[in-house]
T-cell receptor, first 112, second 114 residues
Framework: GENVEQHPSTLSVQEGDSAVIKCTYS??????FPWYKQELGKRPQLIID?????GEKKDQRIAVTLNKTAKHFSLHITETQPEDSAVYFC???????????FGEGTQLTVNP | EAQVTQNPRYLITVTGKKLTVTCSQN?????MSWYRQDPGLGLRQIYY???????DKGDVPEGYKVSRKEKRNFPLILESPSPNQTSLYFC?????????????FGPGTRLTVL
């Protein structure tokens, strides 16, 4: 089955700096890669996703890049703000749309 | 309001006492799934359902059962709970592309098995 590894497990940045979280996956059949944000005590919520036919996608301060050859994808947050502090999860899904495999999560702290 | 609901939100029980966590969605979603969240392990899929009467195992199905008798409901059943099932559980649903579509999560159920 699919295996998703996420790094780093914790990340601390100063407000205004950029943050990058990286994930690798094992199954070359995976074609959908979402990122979820989970604030303390809340449910995970989708912030951005990318499909395997696209190399990069951007939504305001958030961007995701995908390298299918190397089987890794990354989340980029620019101009970080304290409200970006949360746990971020990457995930990968196979074409069939049946199973979604998550990474272990990254605790991002943005210091004012 | 479009939402996924779970009940109960918190539960403390004892080893071996059967319990059910309910999950319901009002968005007419085809796909529903259960995850457990443990520190350092992320979210792990327990079971999923692509449609009514269609369920299948995820990555950690041992000790759990599910049913999908109607589209909106997807209960998680622990026939004989054990302490290693102490965890935070999330139900999720998505429209018609299953796990390749946005997952809408419920609020979570924190389960403690003594």
């Amino acid at each position: 089955g699919e295996n998703v590894e996420q790094h780093p497990s914790t990340l601390s940045v100063q407000e205004g700096d950029s943050a990058v979280i990286k994930c690798t996956y094992s199954d070359s059949a995976s074609n959908y890669f979402p990122w979820y944000k989970q604030e303390l005590g809340k449910r995970p919520q989708l912030i951005i996703d990318i499909r395997s036919n696209v190399g990069e996608k951007k939504d305001q301060r958030i961007a995701v890049t995908l390298n299918k050859t190397a089987k890794h994808f990354s989340l980029h947050i620019t101009e970080t703000q304290p409200e970006d502090s949360a746990v971020y999860f990457c995930a990968a899904s196979e074409t069939s749309g049946s199973r979604l495999t998550f990474g272990e999560g990254t605790q991002l702290t943005v210091n004012p | 309001e479009a939402q996924v609901t779970q009940n109960p939100r918190y539960l403390i029980t004892v080893t071996g006492k059967k319990l059910t966590v309910t999950c319901s969605q009002n968005m007419n979603h085809e796909y529903m799934s259960w995850y457990r969240q443990d520190p350092g392990l992320g979210l792990r899929q327990i079971y999923y359902s692509m449609n009514v009467e269609v369920t299948d195992k995820g990555d950690v199905p041992e000790g759990y059962k599910v049913s999908r008798k109607e589209k909106r409901n997807f209960p998680l059943i622990l026939e004989s709970p054990s302490p290693n099932q102490t965890s935070l559980y999330f139900c999720a649903s998505s429209l018609d592309r299953g796990s390749t579509d946005t997952q809408y999560f419920g609020p979570g159920t924190r389960l403690t098995v003594l």
